[in-house]
């Protein structure tokens, strides 16, 4: 267990509905990453917090994504008109200022149907 | 554009033998280097870091080797033992001044150590 916790751990959607999805990063860290990871790949980037800032967001994330921390502490992951290209492994990491070791939560798999 | 490459999708040793695995990068703005491990069903697991300005760390039975000049990296397991079987990341991150600390991944590598 690496203090980052992730719900629902599994979620099964038809195509076209809305899903979300949250994070509780470890309470002393205060930038947080959302990453997407498919079969075969390792984790790619989709965008950053720094405490309640959006600083950074990758051009896999699109119109149908958006991303929320609005306390600073837990975020929340949306996607819009699920599309079955959505299906993955959204894993979530958070970071303490000053250093480069992330720390991972379980992720939730997206399965779009 | 693949900027953190790992070339071997799998890897097979005996338990007790030397695990190797490798990574290669493209970037030389990167400045610190990570190797993650993964279990089925989890998120991946820090496992050793080094900064760009070292080019070895060791932590118990892994070391991780840098190659500036031919950027390239290694992670070295010994012994290995059968609990190490997982898929291994190596991740990239750091651009200089604008460090978003945002991790580059590779594809993986598994590895799996027969007993």
């Known amino acids: 267990d690496t203090g980052v916790s992730q719900d629902p751990r599994h979620k099964i959607t038809k195509r076209g509905q809305n899903v979300t999805f949250r994070c509780d990063p470890i309470s002393e860290h205060n930038r947080l990453y959302w990453y997407r990871q498919t079969l075969g790949q390792g984790p790619e980037f989709l965008t950053y917090?720094?405490?309640?800032?959006?600083?950074?967001k990758s051009r896999l994330l699109s119109d149908r994504f958006s991303a929320e921390r609005p306390k600073g502490s837990f975020s929340t992951l949306e996607i819009q008109r699920t599309e079955q290209g959505d299906s993955a492994m959204y894993l979530c990491?958070?970071?303490?200022?000053?250093?480069?070791?992330?720390?991972f939560g379980p992720g939730t798999r997206l399965t779009v149907t | 554009d693949q900027q953190v490459k790992q070339n071997s999708p799998s890897l097979s040793v005996q338990e007790g033998r030397i695990s190797i695995l490798n990574c290669d990068y493209t970037n030389s703005m990167f400045d610190y280097f990570l190797w993650y491990k993964k279990y089925p069903a989890e998120g991946p697991t820090f496992l050793i870091s080094?900064?760009?300005?070292?080019d070895k760390n060791e932590d118990g039975r892994f070391t991780v080797f840098l190659n500036k000049s031919a950027k390239h990296l290694s992670l070295h397991i010994v012994p290995s033992q059968p609990g190490d079987s997982a898929v291994y990341f190596c991740?990239?991150?750091?651009?200089?001044?604008?460090?978003?600390?945002?991790?580059?991944f590779g594809q993986g590598t598994t590895l799996q150590v027969k007993p």
């Open positions: 917090f720094q405490n309640e800032a959006q600083l950074e």
């Open positions: 080094i900064s760009s300005i070292k």
């Open positions: 990491a958070s970071l303490r200022q000053g250093s480069y070791e992330q720390y």
């Open positions: 991740a990239a991150s750091g651009y200089g001044s604008s460090n978003t600390g945002k991790l580059i």
